[in-house]
């Protein structure tokens, strides 16, 4: 509210004098006072004894209230940005160590060294060559109190497309108010945010003990296989972490997502996830002179066989998990659109279902098994050389209920080629859902005080994470990145110009408290 005061100057003094008349508001009068004591050299005001007497008790009540009051909203605000602050700061430094898969020792070290600063309990597992992971917890790993683990890698995929970056992968850059580079959600952002959000924590279990531990758990190798991340941890240390729960990657806030309800926010909460099956087709045949007529090459046969793949349509199948997703994902919608998700797998509704999902690849995913073509392979030679040998990768996630040794089965009928060799070069284990009960709950209920308004969805995630081998110990594991995205922020996560809005990176940290908070009861 502006305060239109009379500034008078007297020659004899030149100082300012603010003259109040009862044309001005009580409030207006107050605000001068203030003003004038607190940032003019002139301390005259004009006004009578019963006001002036007034509005001093009022200015000593403002000083009261904004010093002596800690738990007052403005300090808690001045502690929220110091904290956004702080994660932004961090972050920034972590992008720019090149954590590439196999090389991310430096990185985890700068987050060890953070941890150690701030006051954590740190462990290390696995620390050889160029792998490391670690611990950092309120209380000793030792002491078995049942603990609250948040989960994160930081190994990330390579940027070779550098070129197409509009800020260089490594380079943390600042602008507009978001912060780039590779990491930024997968996941060296939400390992920022999930630290910055512990470190209140400490400062309670000062003052009182606590019944439950909180750990995060940072490690390697996640995205080439995790054999010297959460696999080691989970094969060699199941017993010395005590988890009570895991929260790790997965899941996250989106908009225009229900057809009759586009502002509505959806957060979908990983509780199972697909498997993942790596495989490789090989295929050996002879050589030769690429001038010479072929009627059979390697490149030949291979091609054929991935054609026969590729042709073949996916069969939709519903599991417990996804029969409760869409069951939920109906009610929210509502009208007519929400009956037919309702009731999907019903007899009635099979024939349009196909129809249904079509438009929608990411509801697809979630009852097929997928079968992608990730890179053929020849042995380098000069272009008139026919190879002797040709490969196949294919990335595989199959429903928690598919067979892996079924699976192959049936690739091996669809190709019927015998000279084609199917080999498993890598595959997770396979896992049961983790409860939709209280811990469900209290993930949910923290995020309406973040993001009020906001429903929350049990899904089963189409990709394969770290949560997959503490979920096959029988560990509670949820997947949820606690921060409202897109389908653009979406597709920079291993491709270009990954980046983050900084208030995501507040909303995120806020998020984590409040879980925490819901967790610890």
């Not at 020659?11 to 004098?17: A, F, L, N, S, Y």
């Not at 999907?344 to 009852?367: A, D, G, Y």
């Not at 983790?434 to 089963?460: C, H, M, N, Q, R």
Request: charged residues 20%; positive net charge.
């Amino acid at each position: 509210m502006p305060v239109n005061l009379e500034i008078l100057y007297y020659k004899r003094i030149d100082k300012p004098v603010i003259y109040c008349t009862k044309n001005h508001s009580f409030i207006s009068r107050v605000i001068a006072f203030c003003t004038i004591n607190v940032t003019t050299a002139a301390r005259r005001i004009i006004c009578t004894f019963d006001e002036a007497r007034l509005m001093f008790r009022y200015c000593i009540l403002f000083i009261f209230l904004i010093l002596l009051l800690p738990g007052t909203f403005l300090l808690r605000v001045t502690d929220t940005t110091q904290a956004n602050r702080e994660a932004v700061t961090m972050l920034k430094e972590l992008i720019r160590i090149r954590s590439i898969s196999g090389s991310e020792r430096p990185a985890l070290e700068y987050m060890l060294r953070k941890s150690k600063e701030m006051g954590f309990t740190t462990r290390r597992f696995c620390d050889k060559d160029s792998f490391l992971n670690f611990s950092a917890s309120i209380y000793p790993l030792e002491s078995a109190k049942p603990n609250i683990i948040l989960l994160c890698h930081l190994d990330v995929v390579p940027a070779n497309d550098s070129n197409q970056w509009s800020h260089l992968p490594f380079s943390g850059d600042l602008t507009n108010d978001t912060l780039w580079g590779r990491g930024c959600l997968d996941m060296k952002g939400i390992g920022v945010m999930e630290l910055i959000a512990m470190k209140s924590w400490l400062d309670s279990a000062s003052k009182k003990e606590l019944s439950n531990n909180i750990t995060l758990l940072f490690v390697s190798d996640e995205e080439k296989g995790s054999v010297h991340g959460a696999r080691y941890i989970t094969e060699n240390f199941p017993d010395l972490l005590h988890p009570k729960l895991i929260i790790g990657e997965g899941g996250g806030g989106f908009k225009n997502f229900l057809p009759s309800r586009p502002d509505k926010l959806v957060f979908f909460i990983s509780v199972a996830e697909k498997k993942s099956l790596w495989l490789r087709l090989s295929v050996k045949h002879a050589g030769g002179h690429g001038a010479m007529a072929s009627e059979e090459t390697a490149n030949s046969i291979l091609i054929k066989a991935i054609s026969r793949i590729e042709d073949k349509k996916p069969i939709l199948s519903f599991d417990k998990t996804t029969r409760h997703m869409f069951r939920e994902l109906g009610t929210l919608n509502g009208g007519f659109k929400g009956f037919m998700l309702r009731h999907i797998n019903s007899f009635l509704t099979r024939p349009l279902r196909r129809h249904i999902l079509k438009h929608q690849p990411m509801l697809l995913s979630e009852v097929i098994n997928t079968v992608q073509l990730t890179s053929i392979y020849n042995a380098p030679s000069p272009p008139n050389v026919i190879p002797d040998e040709a490969n196949a990768y294919f990335d595989c996630r199959l429903l928690p209920d598919e067979n892996t040794k079924k699976f192959i089965r049936k690739l091996r009928l669809r190709v019927l080629n015998p000279k084609i060799k199917i080999d498993i070069i890598d595959q997770s284990p396979g896992t049961l859902a983790s409860p939709t009960g209280e811990f469900f709950d209290a993930i949910t209920s923290s995020l309406a005080k973040t993001y009020p308004g906001a429903s929350t969805l049990p899904v089963l995630f189409p990709a394969t994470t770290d949560n997959s081998f503490f979920r096959s110990l029988g560990v509670p594991s949820y997947g949820i990145l606690p921060l409202q995205l897109n389908i653009s922020l979406i597709e920079t996560v291993h491709g270009i110009n990954e980046c983050i809005p900084v208030k995501n990176i507040m909303e995120g940290i806020n998020a984590y408290r409040f879980m925490l908070q819901a967790l610890m009861k």
